[in-house]
């Protein structure tokens, strides 16, 4: 009797034009059941594209609703992490520079200190680190750009000149990629090619890279 009820009720709201959603959330019949009892009720095609709309408006406030839980969640994140890594003791500065070199810096004997990256960021941190640490003038400084042949020259040269606070004259001719930049994907990039910063100190290369080894030597067999 009751499932008789429930079906009478399933064709009443049909005829409203309700979906098998809507109707399931009323009565609590399953879809199955519900597509069994209203095979004969098709819904209009201006319904169902009605019924479209809701679902995409409604699909697109949850999407809305995510990305807005998720930026509130980064940025506390962000201020929680940034405190427990600011402020920057010297030594702490020294070390980050250490295992930034270690992962993105020339680590063959050579007669210089050099990075490079994409990251703009990046590469004002090695900057400043040459600066305090290796205690480099910034007049000491040569740059030189890997960039594509598609790309227009001067306009990278000034971004990266005005990125860094380097001037163009401590920039040396750069390298051009044959390939173009439109065959690169460069979702992890900036799309400005690759900066390069170096300074010409055998020395120093030594120095820092010697700083490495005994890390590198601390961890070698740290498995075993």
Not at 20 to 49: A, C, F
Not at 74 to 91: A, D, H, M, S
Not at 155 to 170: A, C, R
Request: hydrophobic fraction near 35%; glycine fraction near 4%.
């Amino acid at each position: 009797m009751a499932r008789f009820k429930d079906k009478e009720k399933a064709l009443a709201l049909r005829k409203q034009e309700m979906s098998y959603s809507q109707i399931k959330n009323i009565l609590g019949v399953s879809k199955s059941t519900l597509s069994g009892w209203l095979k004969d009720y098709p819904l209009s095609k201006e319904r169902i594209d009605a019924l479209r709309g809701k679902n995409e408006k409604r699909i697109e406030r949850y999407r809305e609703t995510r990305r807005r839980t998720k930026e509130k969640r980064l940025n506390e994140f962000y201020l929680e992490e940034k405190g427990k890594v600011f402020p920057l003791t010297n030594r702490d500065f020294f070390i980050a520079g250490l295992f930034l070199y270690w992962g993105e810096g020339a680590k063959t004997l050579s007669k210089e200190v050099s990075v490079s990256n994409t990251d703009p960021s990046m590469i004002n941190f090695f900057i400043d680190w040459a600066i305090k640490y290796l205690k480099v003038s910034k007049e000491k400084l040569c740059i030189t750009l890997h960039l594509y042949n598609d790309m227009d020259i001067d306009k990278e040269i000034e971004f990266w000149s005005k990125k860094i606070d380097i001037p163009k004259n401590q920039f040396s001719k750069p390298y051009i990629k044959q390939t173009s930049l439109k065959s690169i994907n460069y979702k992890r990039g900036f799309g400005h090619g690759t900066c390069n910063a170096r300074i010409n100190n055998a020395r120093l290369s030594e120095k820092v890279l010697m700083a490495i080894k005994s890390i590198s030597d601390k961890y070698s067999n740290a498995g075993l």
